[in-house]
Structure formats: structure tokens, C-alpha cells
């Protein structure tokens, strides 16, 4: 499951990144973070927004959380 949270993170960055995004200066967490953990809700949590949240936590994958 870490393996496809990485490889999910670094596509939808890339992306962003591509499209010429950019973020609010006032922002605590990344687009791509944000993005990443709605689409683990949906892969692995049933739309649990609030385990993915607990998720990416608690495996130090965002640091801000």
C-alpha cells in the first residue's frame, strides 16, 4: 500500500507541476498531498476521509497532517 501511496503522490505532483499550478502561498499542506490522501480515501478507506487522514499520519508520509 506505501508503494502505490508514493507512486500516486509523485504522478499527481508531476502533473500539477506540468499544468502550471500553482499554490497558495498560505498553505500548510501541498496540493499534491491533499489530492493524494482523497484518492487513498476512495482506493483503500471506502471514502474515509478521516482514516486516510489517520493513515498518512501516523506512516509520517505528510508531515504537516
Known sequence: MLNKIITVYAITDDLLKAIGHHEDCRREMSD????TTALMAAMFFNGNHSLACTCMKDHNLIPNM
Not at 499534491?32 to 489530492?35: D, F, P, S, T, Y
Open 32 to 35: 499534491a498531498e491533499i489530492i
